[in-house]
Nanobody, 130 residues
Framework: QAQLVESGGGLVQAGGSLKLSCAAS????????MGWFRQAPGKERAFVAG????????DYTDSVKGRFTISRDNAKNTMYLQMNSLKPEDTAVYYC???????????????????????WGQGTQVTVSS
């Protein structure tokens, strides 16, 4: 199965931007539903954004709508998360994830659940200072 590696995290001031990348190896991500999740200290892992297998449709949690953009380039086997207007509350470890069941994207509840995703990256830290 595919292996996922995130990059692009770091320390940024409030109002700044970062772009996360999730590179897949071992298998094409083409048929996978993919998503970004984040986990802040003391909190559960939470859905941030998701993208359907062909990139045509996206979904965001309310707190990041209008600020974050998820995208994917299947030819490059890579998914991205452009994060603008960052806030201190965005501070977390960000994980990319893939689900071999592309049908979960058509279910608004399932596509936001971490346990619907089979493959996870190791995470990248994003810290936003005030």
């Amino acid at each position: 199965q595919a292996q996922l590696v995130e990059s692009g995290g770091g320390l940024v001031q409030a109002g700044g931007s970062l772009k996360l990348s999730c590179a897949a190896s071992g298998r094409t991500i083409n048929p996978y539903t993919m998503g970004w999740f984040r986990q802040a200290p003391g909190k559960e892992r939470a859905f941030v954004a998701g993208v359907i297998w062909d990139g045509s449709t996206t979904d965001y949690t309310d707190s990041v709508k209008g600020r974050f953009t998820i995208s994917r380039d299947n030819a490059k086997n890579t998914m991205y998360l452009q994060m603008n207007s960052l806030k201190p509350e965005d501070t977390a470890v960000y994980y990319c994830a893939a689900s071999r069941n592309r049908d979960i994207y058509y279910d608004a509840y399932r596509r936001r659940r971490a346990n619907e995703y089979d493959v996870w990256g190791q995470g990248t830290q994003v810290t936003v200072s005030s």
